[in-house]
C-alpha cells in the first residue's frame, strides 16, 4: 500500500521519528461507545495494482498497529475518486 494525501489533511504524523510521514486529517464522529462529538483521525492508503488484485482473489487486508497498546480502529473503503 502507497500513503495517499487525504483530503482536507490537516497535519503529518511520523517524519520526525524517521518514518515517510503519514498525512491525516482531524474529525469527530457520532461513537457508539463515546458519543457524538468524539474526536478521530483519519489517513488514506491506496493499494498497488497486485493488492487490488489479490483483494478481488480473497486476500484480506490487514491493520498492523506498532506496540503492545491497541487503539480503536475502523477500516473501511472511502469514495470513488471524481464522485464526492
Known sequence: MHIGRIKDAT????????YLGLPLRY????CSVNGPGTPAMET???PTPE???AIVCGAPVLLRILGNQ???VAVYVGDIPGQD
Request: hydrophobic share 45%; glycine share 10%; aromatic share 4%.
Open 11 to 18: 497535519r503529518v504524523i511520523g517524519q520526525r521519528q524517521g
Open 44 to 46: 488514506a492508503w491506496l
Open 70 to 72: 491497541h487503539p480503536p
Open 51 to 53: 493488492e487490488i488484485a
Open 27 to 30: 474529525i469527530t464522529i457520532d
